[in-house]
Each structure stands twice: as structure tokens, then as C-alpha cells.
């Protein structure tokens, strides 16, 4: 069964430093997601990305976030300047449609830790 | 903004029936996701609703009523694999586009 995939499952790194999550949304999808959890708080969305541009981003994905799908098949989240509150576990998620039936396939996510 | 309600915890019996229920405000609803997360794992899809009424699923069941912004998921026959936290998640719709906004998700303990 075709599933979403990041990498890596686990990164740390330091206050200021820049940071790239990697995900492989499933082939034949055309929506790509990026969500957060912070450690026992509920799942927040950050964006969604359709036809090679952002079309929805939540008051989360300041400037210090970017999406990318440079080749067609990766779709990166990247942050600028992590800060010690971007400390969550990320996940990707992608969708063939928005309609009915539809449904988002999660990535296992990438755990960021930034100290 | 938007608001999602559900009930912190719950706790069942293996081989009974729960109902985890979910409020949510209705302006610009445009469909209602219900999600299992095992800890330390991601969100996996259980259900969608977009119009009123009952999906079947199995051994699992969502029900919608828009006008009363209120969704319910219905586990039966419980097992102890269903010891999880239950997201109901709502996708709204605005002048922008689309948003998705999860709930506080629902801890369910199944006992033997």
C-alpha cells in the first residue's frame, strides 16, 4: 500500500540554526500538507500546497517557514531560524482531492528538537 | 475563530460500545475528519462526513448534524488495540481558501 514517508524521523539541532524536513507524499496525490504537535498538545495545521503554490497557511507559518516540491516528488518544510518553541513533531500528509471521500494519509513525522 | 470540543478522556471495556463526540462552530463548514493517533505515532484516517447523517465503517461509525455543529464517532465491539486518542478535526472554508483546525483529541482507555 502506497504511504508518505519523511525524513529524517528524529533531528536535532540549535537556537538560530536552519532546518529542512524532508517528505515523499504518496505518487498520484495533488495536495500536500504540513502539520506540528507539540509534545501532548493537539495537531495544528501549518499549510497546505496544491499546483506548486501555498494555498491555504495558518498564523503558525510566519516567515520563518517555506514550503518547497523542488522535483516533483519531495515536498520540504523549511525553517529559517528555529527557535526553542519550534520543538514538535512534524508531520506531512498528502491527499488526491479536497471532495468528498478524499482522505489525508499522514507521514510517521520527523521529531525536531531544537536546544 | 474556529472551536472544537471534545472530551478530554473516556474510558471502556473491551467488547463494549463508545461514542466520542465532537462541537464545533459551523460558519464555513465544509466537512468533518474524525482521526486515530496511537502514541508517538501519526494520525490515521478513520472517517469523513460532509453531509448530514451516519457513515458505517465496520466496527466504526461517524454521525453529523451541521445545524447542530455536532459529530459523534462510534467504536463498537471494542478491543484493546482501540486504546488510542481520537481527533475530530473540522476543514473550513473562507475568502482564502481552506483551513483545517483538529481538536484536543479524545484519550480513550479500553480495560479488560
Known amino acids: 500500500e502506497p504511504e508518505v514517508t519523511q525524513t529524517p524521523s528524529h533531528q536535532v539541532t540549535q537556537m538560530g540554526q536552519e532546518v529542512i524536513l524532508r517528505c515523499v507524499p504518496i505518487?498520484?496525490?495533488?495536495?500536500f500538507y504540513w502539520y506540528r504537535q507539540i509534545l501532548g498538545q493537539k495537531v495544528e495545521f501549518l499549510v497546505s500546497f496544491y499546483n506548486n503554490e501555498i494555498s491555504e497557511k495558518s498564523e503558525i507559518f510566519d516567515d520563518q517557514f517555506s514550503v518547497e516540491r523542488p522535483d516533483g516528488s519531495n515536498f520540504t518544510l523549511k525553517i529559517r531560524s528555529t527557535k526553542l518553541e519550534d520543538s514538535a513533531m512534524y508531520f506531512c500528509a498528502s491527499s488526491a482531492g479536497t471532495g468528498t471521500g478524499n482522505e489525508q494519509y499522514f507521514g510517521p513525522g520527523t521529531r525536531l528538537t531544537v536546544t | 475563530g474556529q472551536n472544537i470540543d471534545q472530551p478530554t478522556e473516556m474510558t471502556a471495556t473491551e467488547g463494549a460500545i463508545v461514542q466520542i463526540n465532537c462541537t464545533y462552530q459551523t460558519s464555513g463548514f465544509n466537512g468533518l475528519f474524525w482521526y486515530q493517533q496511537h502514541a508517538g505515532e501519526a494520525p490515521t484516517f478513520l472517517s469523513y462526513?460532509?453531509?448530514?447523517g451516519l457513515e458505517e465503517k465496520g466496527r466504526f461509525s461517524s454521525f453529523l448534524s451541521r445545524s447542530k455543529g455536532y459529530s459523534y464517532l462510534l467504536l463498537k465491539e471494542l478491543q484493546m488495540k482501540d486504546s488510542a486518542s481520537y481527533l475530530c478535526?473540522?476543514?473550513?472554508?473562507?475568502?482564502?481558501?481552506?483551513?483545517?483546525?483538529f481538536g484536543p483529541g479524545t484519550r480513550l482507555s479500553v480495560l479488560p
Open positions: 478535526a473540522v476543514r473550513w472554508l473562507h475568502n482564502y481558501g481552506q483551513n483545517f483546525v
Open positions: 505518487s498520484n496525490h495533488l495536495y
Open positions: 462526513n460532509v453531509l448530514d
